[in-house]
């Protein structure tokens, strides 16, 4: 609700915004502007879980050494899932031994939800960012778990000689969320 003084009174603003929308929406509220909240993208679950949870359980037998975590939507909807195989826990404590290289500030934030850390973030919040920071790691024989959304183009650094675990539809990543 705007208040009625503030440089923004009497402007009505539009929002459009997919995540954070309530805290930029409160942000003009609070200088008295009326906002209108306009999402512009809809996360959805998968329509087959499946994938998700193969990758948990190799998560949870075999163990990553390294996970490259792309988006903190993309590991609350891991965690749901993981909630609904009832193994939180142990999905928590299995990513907890891993090294986790995130791209950004959004994953952290997701990390630090279910009490953990990274172990490193890209120096720019993109692809080529997560490429340069995990360029600078000795990944040589080591398992890495990779999530991405379904039909992403990118892959593991070519080189790096790291064994990326697939899941059943044979791609590179865990596909969490469309």
């Not at 003084?5 to 502007?33: N, T, Y």
């Not at 195989?85 to 290289?101: C, K, Q, S, T």
């Amino acid at each position: 609700m705007a208040e009625q003084g503030g440089d923004l009174a009497g402007k009505r603003i539009l929002v459009p915004e997919s995540r954070d929308l309530d805290l930029f929406a409160g942000m003009m509220e609070q200088h008295g502007a009326e906002t209108i909240r306009c999402p512009m993208v809809k996360i959805l679950d998968l329509d087959d879980p499946a994938p998700a949870r193969e990758w948990l359980d190799r998560l949870l037998t075999e163990g990553f050494d390294d996970i490259v975590l792309l988006t903190g939507e993309g590991l609350r909807r891991l965690m749901t899932v993981a909630r609904a195989m009832d193994r939180e826990a142990d999905v928590v404590a299995a990513i907890g031994r891993a090294r986790v290289f995130v791209r950004g500030p959004k994953p952290v934030k997701a990390l630090r939800e279910i009490g953990c850390s990274p172990f490193k973030s890209a120096p720019a919040p993109t692809t080529d960012g997560v490429i340069a920071m995990l360029s600078e790691e000795e990944l040589d024989g080591h398992s890495v778990g990779i999530q991405l959304y379904p039909d992403n183009p990118n892959a593991p650094p070519a080189g790096s000689g790291a064994r990326a675990r697939r899941h059943a539809g044979g791609g590179h990543a865990l596909p969490l969320c469309q």
